[in-house]
């Protein structure tokens, strides 16, 4: 610990005032508790993250998918709901880490990730049109509570959508200034002190929403008399947009030392940071691209500027705590609002457009799906829709190449279509085998019906494991060249593969297949299996 890192958590913590209230809102709770959650989650959440300037602190994803879990829930009810929530996604977080699921992030697609989050960022905008217009509008999503407010320009509250703009301009406009990292803060405290000194007593202020505990916040347990299995349902839907966004956090800002960040440790860290924030009666919490980002810019040498951030957020609380309930609610639309447009970025979806029909369909549907369905849904929709997407990309992707004999070397050529009478062919192949790919490599393999007696080699070095998949295809391939004479042959098999397909398992198949196990020289497995082969048609020709 150092001092530059004493004083890099103080924009952060400030900065967290207005996020966390902000967070509070979206998921249709009391301020307090987006609060509460990013003061213990930087506290708790910094101590055993791998990606050491991560800060673990509240997110709009993470706000908007909590409250989405908890729309059936009575609204006295919901606070302790979420508590639970919060605590049940902690769990599942450590969970994770400790069955090793980090890898699987990455089997998150850019464009399904790119949607959702475009999606997230439009929810915000539309769902707080109404707070900022100082109006009640009625409809199931965000899009026609939206539509609602806007057709009844009869109802808009014109104080409070002042004040809105008053917020709204001020991030504008200090967004381009050395003043930017005090943006939010500034556009929370000058409309409300606009408001207060004209009496405007109208607009809708964080108290009257939820109360706003003074003093220390103590810790308590959750309460398990809410628990209900949407619960869990909506709390594991929180963890993997958590655990997504925290990878991209990683990639984003890596340790200063230059050691790689451990996904497993980060699920570690974000799981203790929700448990924390649970036990301090907050809402989910997880690796923020914003806060790190300022906690980087701000002079971060360590993990512990994100720690002396959430101290620097325990004395505001304890403070200012008073003062809070203060704040009008347009205000807080403002800065939600202005921050989900700034999160959008152009750049990246432009380039996710041009690369192609799937990323297209991918990016269009998780958009969609978020907009209009739960965020409960819209993570299922999105994660399986990453899994046909890898799957697709796999299958597409497999090449089949001939290997040509040139002496001691193996030059590649266009695989045949069709195998030729007393032929050897040597075929590699570029990508997966698993699943889908080995059904395209069974449409790819050359048609053996109108030859006879051919040799097909199909090398295999480099893969240590096949699907059950592959080995049907393999084994329905070496019947139909066994059918009219011909024969295949597996070189470079790794002798893991040999231990698995036993000569008792083929021979139970009725599969006749010739092996040739890799050896440290890269060929020579398939030169001694195109040997062999020779031999055995100059055999026949003699015969």
Known sequence: MTRTDVVAGIPGAIGSVPDGMASGVLAGVSPVH???????????????????????????????????????????????????????????????????????????????????????????????????????????????????????????DVRSLMLGLTALFLMAGLARTRLRLFASLAALIVPTLLMLALGWSSVTQ????????????????????????????????????VLVQGAGVAEAVPNPDGSRSEPNRNFTGQGIGNIAAAVFRGMPVGGSVSQTALNSAAGARTRWAAIWSGIWMLAILVVFAGVVGRVPMPTLAAILIIAAVGSIDTARITAIWSSGFTSRIALTTTFVATLFLPVTAAVGIGVSLSLV??????????KVVRLRVMGDRLVEDPAPKQLS???IVILDVYGSLFYAGARTLQARLPDPAAARSAVVILRLRGRTTVSATFLTVIADYARRLDSVGGQLCLSGVDPRIREVWTDDLLTAQGIGIEFFTATPVIGESTLAAYAQARIRLHREDDA
């Open 206 to 241: 964080v108290s009257d929403v939820g109360a706003i505990p003074t003093g220390f916040p103590l810790p308590h347990l959750p309460d398990l008399a809410t628990f209900t299995p949407g619960l869990v349902g909506g709390a594991l839907a929180v963890a993997v947009i």
């Open 389 to 398: 997407l890898q799957l697709n990309q796999e299958a597409m992707d497999l």
């Open 421 to 423: 009478d007393n032929e």
């Open 34 to 156: 987006g609060l509460y959650a990013s003061m213990a989650g930087r506290l708790f959440g910094g101590f055993s993250t791998s990606t050491r300037l991560m800060v673990v602190t509240t997110t709009s994803a993470s706000a908007l998918a909590a409250g989405s879990a908890l729309t059936g829930v009575a609204p006295d009810d919901r606070p302790a709901a979420l508590v639970l929530l919060t605590f049940i996604a902690g769990v599942a977080m450590i969970l994770a880490a400790v069955l090793r699921l980090g890898r699987y992030t990455r089997f998150v697609s850019h464009s399904v990730m790119t949607g959702f989050l475009m999606g997230i960022a439009a929810n915000i905008v539309f769902g707080q049109l109404p707070t900022l217009l100082g109006t009640d509008a009625e409809g199931e999503v965000s899009v026609t509570k939206a539509f609602d407010a806007l057709t009844r320009p009869g109802d808009v």
